[in-house]
């Protein structure tokens, strides 16, 4: 009986399933990349959602609003402040709620965090902060910071709607839908324009700051932003833009300008021509005041 010869790989062969199992594992490295940020998107989603449910139980005990730090210490028992307004921050807001049990200070981080500059609180202090001006009766850890620019470690990967005394009719339990509360934070916009197709539909283009925010590596894959945002009836969406078809805002008009006018909102930025500042504005605030000229967004 003739014995069959078995046939040598040659070099062309191994070079060629060399390349299939490289190109297997690239297509397994790409999908495992996908189902990573498809994971990290539903916990940062959840997360979102928890902080605006510890809002909105806060409200419920408080007259259906949001967290004010300004109204509850106004005997200076966490921070002693000329001007009470300055106490309503970003930091002073999230700490209230870790403070009085709506929230555990973890969930203030993203899963999908960028930044090396933010990292959950692992010292906050629930009872006799040190940091308070008076530790036994302090309402809040004044220790929790938001704050991740200049070397500083910030806390919280979170915006949510600026506070002012402008909008202190969305700083409550609305249950509008059209109103974004809470959002993975974004990115700065400078200025926004309006451009017209050949059918005359219009769209807004906002002009950002910074091409390499360290917002677009947490969704975007470092192209753009992409983040979830929890709506005032507590309904979370994940955006891929900068706007929502149903965030609108009302212009304000020259006198004598006749008819109606709205425009899509783009939520990480304050709108000039929004008739009473009506239009959202998301960011995280290290400084605050009365009102809207007294507050001052970070970014990256």
Do not use: C
């Amino acid at each position: 009986m003739k014995r069959k010869q078995r046939r040598a790989f040659t070099l062309a062969d191994t070079a060629g399933l060399a390349a299939a199992i490289g190109l297997i594992g690239v297509v397994a490295i790409a999908q495992q990349a996908k189902e990573d940020i498809a994971a990290r998107q539903i916990k940062d989603a959840t997360q979102i959602r928890g902080v605006h449910q510890g809002m909105v139980l806060w409200a419920q005990n408080n007259e259906d609003r949001y967290p004010i730090p300004s109204r509850h210490d106004s005997q200076d028992q966490t921070i002693k402040a000329t001007d009470p307004a300055t106490k309503d921050t970003t930091a002073n807001i999230y700490s209230m709620l870790i403070y009085n049990g709506y929230m555990p200070a973890s969930i203030l981080v993203s899963p999908a965090e960028a930044s090396l500059s933010i990292l959950a609180d692992q010292d906050y202090e629930l009872t006799n902060p040190k940091a308070a001006a008076t530790p036994a009766t302090a309402l809040w850890d004044p220790a929790f910071s938001a704050d991740f620019t200049r070397g500083n470690i910030g806390n919280t990967s979170y915006a949510h709607q600026i506070p002012a005394s402008e909008r202190r009719e969305r700083w409550s339990n609305t249950f509008q839908a059209n109103e974004p509360i809470v959002s993975t934070r974004g990115p700065r916009v400078e200025s926004e324009d309006e451009v017209r197709d050949a059918e005359g539909k219009v769209s807004v283009v906002p002009e950002l700051a910074n091409d390499v925010s360290q917002t677009f590596d947490m969704f975007g894959e470092g192209k753009s932003w992409k983040g979830n945002v929890a709506f005032n009836d507590n309904h979370v969406e994940f955006l891929t833009e900068l706007t929502h078809k149903d965030v609108q805002y009302d212009i304000d008009k020259p006198l004598g300008e006749q008819g109606p006018r709205r425009a899509l909102d783009v939520i990480f930025f304050d709108e000039s021509d929004a008739k009473n500042r009506q239009n959202a504005y998301l960011g995280i605030f290290t400084k605050a005041g009365e009102r809207t000229k007294g507050y001052r967004a970070i970014w990256d």
